[in-house]
Structures are given as structure tokens and as C-alpha cells.
């Protein structure tokens, strides 16, 4: 089954790269074929949504390949950040029926709670089918060794749960294709 995971922020020095490789690294050790989608490589200087780009061809192909996606994406002023939204708007209907999970980022304690609560709000707008099971990245600074390895437990079970409940939607999903076909 392939999820890949979108990451949401160019920003220089981000930190929301460290939890992006974490649920790649969880997402392969649960059987999944995944890989980061950097939204550094599909920017545009302005919306385009006439998906003749290159950005918009590779993003399309990955898109109507997977059968989930996994939004990490860190809180900027309690939105999502401005080329996440331009990187989403290059496409559409594909998206369509889509289970995605999202894993929120921040310095402060809520782990992207409000940013959260917005992009599942535009998730529904582009038919995808967001999943109630999200990750909270907080106090991102303090998270990760210097070797990039998470230093809380917990955060294991967390994504083995979160990945459990966003594969069972993509399973039941394709279910639901098979017998519209
Ligand atoms: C423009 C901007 C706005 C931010 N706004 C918030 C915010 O609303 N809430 C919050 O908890 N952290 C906020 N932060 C701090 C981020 O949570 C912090 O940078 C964290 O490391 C995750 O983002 P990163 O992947 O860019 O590093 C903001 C950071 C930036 C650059």
C-alpha cells in the first residue's frame, strides 16, 4: 500500500523535517511503501491550478498512486503554511476519496492543534476523507538527538496507532471503489 507523506513547510531550518522522516521510518517499519513529498520540490511563485507544470505532473502521478496520504505540517500563526495550500491547490479530483492523516508540529504544547483543525476543514473541500486519529508533534525543539531520533517513547505507539486506523480507512476505501467498478 502506498502513503506517502507530504511535507508541508520549506522554511529554512525547519524542524517539521525530523517528524516527517520519523513517520517515514514507522511507515515502512509497518509494510507501507511511502516516501516524503518535499514542498520545497512543488513550489510556484502563484497559485496554478492549470496543472501543465512539471511540479503539477509528478505531484498528479503520486497522487492518483496512493491510496492515503500523511500531511506533517507545523502551525504558522495558527494556520498551515502558504506553500502547502499553494502546493495542494495544483490539483483536485484527484484527491478524491482519499483517507489522510495529519501529524501536527510546533514549538509551543498543542503540537499544531489549530492548524490542524483548518487543514482538515480544506481536506473536506477536496473530497479526501480525513482520518479523527492525528499525531501531536509539541515542544518539536526538544524532541529529537542530534542523531534525529525521537527521545519519547511514546511517540512510537502513537504512529503505529495512527498509521493502524489511516490504513484501515484506505483499506475499507478501495473497498467501497471495487464495488462502484
Ligand atoms: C511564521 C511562523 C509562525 C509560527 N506560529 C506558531 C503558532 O501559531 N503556534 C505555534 O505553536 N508555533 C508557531 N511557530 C513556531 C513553530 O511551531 C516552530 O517553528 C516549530 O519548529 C515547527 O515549525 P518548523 O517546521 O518550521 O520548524 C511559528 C513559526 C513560524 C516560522
Same mark, same amino acid.
Given at each position: 500500500m502506498y502513503i506517502p507523506i507530504i511535507l508541508g513547510t520549506a522554511r529554512e531550518?525547519?524542524? &517539521?523535517e525530523k517528524v516527517a522522516r520519523f513517520m517515514l521510518e514507522k511507515a515502512i517499519e509497518f509494510g507501507l511503501e511511502s516516501e516524503i513529498i518535499d514542498v520545497r520540490n512543488f513550489r510556484h511563485e502563484a497559485t496554478d491550478n492549470?496543472?501543465?507544470s512539471d511540479q503539477a505532473r509528478r505531484f498528479k502521478e503520486k497522487v492518483l498512486k496512493a491510496e492515503g496520504l500523511i500531511i506533517v505540517s507545523p502551525e504558522y500563526n495558527h494556520g498551515y503554511p502558504g506553500e502547502l495550500k499553494m502546493m495542494l491547490d495544483m490539483?483536485?479530483?484527484?484527491? &478524491?476519496g482519499k483517507p489522510v492523516g495529519i501529524c501536527g508540529v510546533s514549538?509551543?504544547?498543542?503540537?499544531?492543534a489549530r492548524m490542524i483543525e483548518q487543514l482538515v476543514q480544506i481536506c473536506v473541500f477536496l473530497h479526501m476523507v480525513p482520518i479523527g486519529e492525528v499525531v501531536n508533534f509539541s515542544r518539536v525543539q526538544d524532541l529529537f538527538d542530534e542523531n534525529g531520533?525521537?527521545?519519547?517513547?511514546s511517540y512510537h505507539d502513537r504512529a503505529r496507532k495512527f498509521l493502524g486506523v489511516l490504513t484501515g480507512y484506505a483499506e475499507t476505501l478501495s473497498c467501497g471503489k471495487d464495488a462502484k467498478s
Open positions: 531550518g525547519r524542524e &517539521s492549470t496543472k501543465t490539483l483536485y479530483e484527484e484527491y &478524491s514549538s509551543g504544547v498543542f503540537g499544531g531520533a525521537i527521545k519519547k517513547e
